[in-house]
């Protein structure tokens, strides 16, 4: 089956500029999540969304970030404007029934911030 | 709130010796627990879970887990490494109402040949 895709692969800006990432999870998965990690860290969760609609959202800088889930399949991130800080690999990962079972996850967005 | 703390943050091996890998989390009600791992160049993928029942579950790959209850933990073992081993290992949670998963920050495992 295909996986969950992500795109861009990389992506180079310069602080101040703005970025999106797009994911498509596996058909079926009602369930998305977008995680951030930062070098040497575990995965933090920014936002799942269940459907289109958002089941937390609280770790999300909600000043800079923005996700949307139009008609419950695909997803994008936005963050306007970055900052330094947000350099980071940015996972899509999705799953039929929440966090009840594994996440898919896809290859990442790695974004550097300059 | 729940949490997941990993001890061993980088642990270096040589190929056929054992490997345990520490995971500890804070919650206080039922609990879900997975391993997963992130190979180079590879995305995150699930090596075992642990729901309910039997606390010593086997994964893929020769991995298992066993889950203390009374320690709050969750080690990783595998008898004999691999230099296919070699990956990043992360520790997750998810419990309560929203099952939303949490992971701990990872050991970076490297087996010599």
């Known amino acids: 089956e295909a996986g969950v895709a992500q795109s861009p692969r990389y992506k180079i800006i310069e602080k101040r500029q703005s970025v999106a990432f797009w994911c498509n999870p596996i058909?079926?998965?009602?369930?998305l999540y977008w995680y951030q990690q930062i070098l040497g860290q575990g995965p933090k969760l920014l936002i799942q969304?269940?459907?289109?609609?958002?089941?937390?959202d609280s770790q999300l800088p909600k000043d800079r970030f923005s996700a949307e889930r139009l008609k419950g399949v695909d997803s994008t991130l936005k963050i306007q404007p970055a900052k330094l800080e947000d350099s980071a690999v940015y996972l899509c990962?999705?799953?039929?029934?929440?966090?009840?079972?594994?996440?898919?996850f896809g290859s990442g967005t790695q974004l550097s911030v300059l | 709130a729940q949490s997941v703390s990993q001890h061993n943050h980088h642990v270096i091996l040589s190929e056929a010796a054992s490997l345990e890998l520490g995971c500890n989390y804070s919650?206080?009600?039922?609990?879900?627990l997975f391993w997963y791992v992130q190979y180079p160049g590879q995305h995150l993928q699930l090596l075992l879970k642990?729901?309910?029942?039997?606390?010593l579950v086997k994964g893929i790959k020769g991995f298992e887990a066993e889950f203390i209850k009374s320690k709050f933990s969750f080690n990783l073992r595998k008898p004999s490494v691999q230099w296919s081993d070699t990956a990043e290992y992360f520790c997750?949670?998810?419990?309560?109402?929203?099952?939303?998963?949490?992971f701990g920050r990872g050991t970076s495992l490297i087996v010599h040949p």
């Open positions: 997750a949670l998810s419990s309560g109402g929203s099952y939303i998963p949490t």
């Open positions: 969304f269940q459907n289109n609609g958002v089941v937390d």
């Open positions: 990962a999705s799953s039929p029934y929440g966090g009840l079972e594994k996440l898919f």
């Open positions: 058909s079926g998965h009602a369930t």
């Open positions: 919650y206080g009600g039922t609990v879900n």
């Open positions: 642990y729901f309910s029942g039997d606390p």
